[in-house]
């Protein structure tokens, strides 16, 4: 079992940053591809951006493009979401998830239903 706790969310005016952070605890020791993905009011879940298991390969939803980054520290087991230039639209709850990779490939994964490990998620509000 993975444990993923997220934080960093919050209420924000547009075009200013936040740092969005998750911390893996329990079967770390196995690999894993991690993602960010969103879920706003009355919307259908979504991909944001999500790395393989090394890290050296990512992928990014075209709503975030330039603003987002993702980023991982595997001696710290925390994946992060740099966001930059928030707008309204950004505005849901985020989720980050983690897929159990036995070997390292360049996988990048956007399908919510591919990964095994979810966190409680942490809202982001960003007003106009």
């Known amino acids: 079992q993975v444990q993923l706790v997220e934080s960093g969310g919050g209420l924000v005016q547009a075009g200013v940053s936040l740092r969005l952070s998750c911390v893996a605890s329990?079967?770390?020791?196995?690999?894993?591809?991690m993602g960010w993905f969103r879920q706003a009011p009355g919307k259908e879940r979504e991909f944001v951006a999500g790395?393989?298991?090394?890290?050296?390969?990512?992928r990014y939803a075209d709503s975030v493009k330039g603003r987002f980054t993702i980023s991982r520290d595997n001696n710290k087991n925390t994946a992060y979401l740099q966001m930059n230039s928030l707008k309204p639209e950004d505005t849901a709850v985020y989720y980050c998830?983690?897929?159990?990779?036995?070997?390292?490939?360049?996988?990048?994964?956007?399908?919510?239903?591919?990964?095994?490990?979810w966190g409680q998620g942490t809202q982001v509000t960003v007003s106009s």
């Open positions: 790395f393989s298991r090394s890290g050296r390969f990512t």
């Open positions: 329990g079967r770390t020791s196995v690999g894993f591809a």
């Open positions: 998830a983690a897929k159990l990779e036995p070997y390292d490939t360049a996988a990048v994964y956007t399908g919510g239903s591919q990964y095994n490990y």
